[in-house]
């Protein structure tokens, strides 16, 4: 590591992008994805870009290293300056390969959003590790092993020797994105580009991983650019923030700046979209609340203000009890099942009309199998389901196909589950016609574009193609047709986690008003603490299979009594740059619900701690995990 | 995984033995091997049974092909009926000729589709992926008969380079294994293409090239590996037909090989010959399988744990 004199700091900037403009395609007309944005980067210092998709963010954080040369794209003008340990500063836009090469890895790392996608699977993590290494540092094989069990726990990973020989598969989400970490730090960068590092971690998993980013930061004296969507990461770890809207820069500022004083109504309609844990706090229901957006780059206002209280506790329309779904996994060579995944382990809840139950929990907690389970793709292990009074295990196979029309799935992805061959009218239709709900032809062509104006969108969309909406459209078009057949309870899995911000607040609004019109219950599975906050009436909280807690809202949030529920709520990063950033800190990893056959999970008793509010007596066992 | 290549083995064993039944069952319905070796058009019911008694056919079927089991696990196959030669000699002479043009093609189509393959993903939608595209598709086109001919035409007769039939020699090698190899790199190079394309859009691909990795340890080291699986998958399953144009190719170029010793069987309704050299030619299809098998556990480690 350099030492820059302490005067030089503050005036020299590691990095300068100066009217930077990206392009794709060729012919007339390339689409410019990046346009004429410019930045500075302090070393040491961290700076966010921030944006939705389609903002060029990912494209700006590839495009330092000229990456973008790979995915097709052609900087059109600009310049990169960037000062390497060794040299004056150069412009990276017209830097040779081969400089390039040895600037890669070695001045600028980059880690990357997938850590399940982004380690090479054929070779082992000390293999990956020492590559950089040898090529940089000109390290031998045995050195390289040495320096690469070093940087192993560095990054916090238990037992660095026995890794260094494992295979990425071996290794869950948040060990591989500690690898990649640790090999992006390998040659002790001036500059680490993180594009969505902890995106598709889990929360308690996202807050390690952000600490070891921290510490790292200030031990080696990083600079780091932090590309992310998340404001609440932003709030936690940028010291200045870019923000990026269609492939512009509209806003740089100090962080508490951009968080206080936004000045593009683009960043102030971003920033009110943003769901805050704890916005609620003292309220008993759920409430929504106007969202503003972008309208041809005016900010508009969408939606009132308007208290959720739909929720009938008369007759519950759902009742869970000891629900359990195991599935067998690893086999003798003679067919004899020697492990189980404990998905789910004596779930009971009940759902009421009108309400909205949420299931929180992170991988492996079991929450998908759960609706799964109900939405009958999944076959439970034991335990009954009762719906609307009649078991679900009694029923008949043609009651068996009506419970599929009252109980709906809308998936996470909206692009995944429609069919891209069938126009969007046909797939709303589809439940219409397989429930022989309405016979007419002209009547469900009725029906069709009632529930597209239902769901904020034109009775003319029936007629296009899912490709041709934006993923918020889509996911619209994915509730339209789950309420085609006109169900009584719709299950959410993950159903607004992909979208941005501000769309997921509009579809937050829509899901709400549209159980207020219907009197819909929502089984509503998410990872995403603030959504729930809004959105839900009740909340049950699930760890490796089993209900943890489970009450009002309002008794979760802002009475968590369960050691898990803390952490979860602790864990989440919040949009405000004044808080204390060094919390309590987390460890440990998300323990696996697989089991050898045999060896059955303890079930957990529950206790009342107020009417309503349950929570499960810890174990040591259990408080030692969490 | 000794567990799975005992399974494997266990299969194998069966598989053979399956092939073995049909082709001694099948030729048996192809014609009388008494009237062919007879000659002649004088010859009474009785020499045609006096022939039939010597070479054991009177015998019902099943007591023929026990009896050909039998000899199997000694690794006697019988004599031809043609002359009374062995056949474990008539196939240990064929064996090696067939098995080193076969590898020969092999290793030919490997060497070229690789780096073409490779090259053409690299270059998507740019004149040399266009190029290498439009020549695949040529060499798909031509069968192999036909290539085979047009070789002898060009290299033996109007350049008088090479010799235009039998092995004599290494040269002798040089057009059969050319023909071989030709139509399998066409299809092989659309399938290095393809799968090197999947893995090209892999993230950890970019990851490779942030490490400041040079272009060619991140397309053969970090790529290949990954796209190797497809490649294999269809070397194992190629090599069966590949054994099927063999009969043609050895035949144009008079190659004593196993097709030529198969093919001649077929005419002469050599019942042992053919049941002997069927059974080693399907030995090592399964052989090869199983290789296959093995080679994706070490290509792959998410293979070899599961």
Known sequence: ????????????????????????????????????????????????????????????????????????????????????????????????????????????????????????PVFTVGNQISEALSLHEGLNARDARLRARELLQKVRLPDADKLLDRYPHQLS????????????????????????????????????????????????????????????????????????????????APVREIFAAPKHPYTRALLSAVPRLGSLTGQPLPKRTPVTVMDGGVPKQTGTTHIQDTADYAKPILEVEKLTTRFDVGKTFFGRVTHRVHAVEEVSFDIYPGETLALVGESGSGKSTIGRTLQQLVEPTGGTVRFDGRDMNAMTPAERRRLRQQIQYIFQDPFASLDPRHTVGFSIAEPIVVHG??????????????????????????????????????????????????????????????????????????????????????????????????????????YLGQIVEIGTRQAVFENPQHSYTRKLLSAVPIADPQRERAKTRIEGEIPSPVRPVGQEPAIHRMREVEPGHWVAIESDQLRGAA | MAGFI??????????????????????????????????G?????????????????????????????????????????????????????????????????????????????????????????????????????????????????FFSITLGLLPPSGMEGPESFIMPALTMGIILTATNVRLVRTSMLETLSQQYIMVARSKG???????????????????????????????????????????????????????????PVLQGSITVLALFIVLINLLVDIAYGLIDPRIRTE
Not at chain 1, 73 to 84: D, S
Not at chain 1, 219 to 231: K, L, N, Q, S, Y
Not at chain 2, 13 to 36: E, H, K, Q, W
Not at chain 2, 223 to 245: C, D, E, H, K
């Open chain 1, 1 to 120: 590591m350099d030492n820059p004199s302490s005067s030089q700091r503050h005036d020299a900037p590691l990095l300068s992008v100066r009217s930077l403009s990206v392009e794709f395609g060729s012919g007339s007309s390339p689409f410019r994805a990046v346009k004429d944005v410019s930045f500075d980067v302090q070393p040491g210092r961290t700076l966010a870009i921030v944006g939705e998709s389609g903002s060029g963010k990912s494209v700006t954080s590839l495009a330092i290293m000229r990456l973008t040369d790979y995915t097709g794209g052609r900087i059109a003008g600009g310049e990169i300056l960037f000062r390497p340990s060794t040299g004056p500063a150069i412009d990276l836009v017209d830097a040779s390969d081969a400089k390039l090469r040895e600037i890669r890895g070695k001045d600028i790392a980059m880690i990357f959003q997938e850590p399940m996608t982004s380690l090479n």
């Open chain 1, 173 to 252: 989400g948040g060990m591989r994105q500690r690898v990649m970490i640790a090999m992006a730090l390998a040659c002790g960068p001036k500059l680490l580009i993180a594009d969505e590092p902890t995106t598709a971690l889990d929360v308690t998993i996202q807050a390690q991983i952000l600490n070891i980013i921290r510490d790292l930061q200030a031990e080696m004296g990083t600079a780091v650019i932090f590309i992310t969507h998340d404001m609440g990461v932003v709030a936690e770890m940028a010291d200045d923030v870019v923000v990026m809207w269609k492939g512009e820069k509209v806003e740089q």
């Open chain 1, 437 to 542: 709900l309405i016979k007419d032809r002209k009547a469900i062509e009725r029906r069709v574009h009632e529930l597209l104006e239902q769901v904020g969108l034109q009775p003319q969309h029936a007629k296009r193609y899912p490709h041709e909406f934006s993923g918020g459209q889509r996911q619209r078009i994915c509730i339209a047709r789950a309420l085609a057949s006109d169900p009584k309870l719709v299950i959410a899995d993950e159903s607004v986690s992909a979208l941005d911000v501000s769309i997921q607040a509009q579809i937050v609004n829509l899901l709400m008003e549209l159980q207020e019109r219907r009197r819909l219950s929502y089984l509503f599975i998410t990872h995403d603490m603030a959504v729930v906050e809004k959105i839900s009436h009740r909340v049950a909280v699930l």
């Open chain 2, 6 to 39: 005992l399974k494997r083995l266990l299969q194998a064993i069966f598989v053979v033995l399956a092939v073995t039944l049909i082709v001694s069952f099948a030729i048996r319905l192809s014609g009388d091997p008494a009237v062919m070796l007879a000659g």
């Open chain 2, 41 to 153: 058009s004088n010859i009474t019911e009785k020499d045609l049974q006096n022939i039939r008694q010597a070479l054991g056919l009177e015998r019902p079927f099943y007591v023929q092909y026990l009896a050909f089991l039998k000899g199997l696990l000694v690794g006697d196959f019988g004599r031809s009926f043609m002359g009374g030669t062995p056949v474990s000699l008539l196939i240990s002479k064929a064996l090696p000729a067939t098995l080193l043009l076969a590898f020969a093609s092999l290793l030919l189509s490997i060497v070229l589709s690789v780096p073409l393959g490779v090259h053409a993903a690299v270059n998507r939608g740019r004149w040399p992926d266009q190029l290498i595209r439009i020549l695949s598709l040529v060499g798909l086109s031509f069968p192999n008969f036909w290539l085979a001919i047009m070789m002898v035409l």
């Open chain 2, 213 to 271: 990795l040079k272009d060619w340890v991140v397309l053969y080291k970090h790529a290949l590996r990954n796209s190797a699986i497809p490649l294999v998958t269809y070397i194992g399953l190629q090599f069966g037909s590949l054994i099927g144009g063999i009969v043609i190719v050895e035949r144009v170029f008079n190659w004593p090989g196993m097709g030529t010793l198969a093919f001649d069987a077929i005419s002469a309704r050599d019942y």
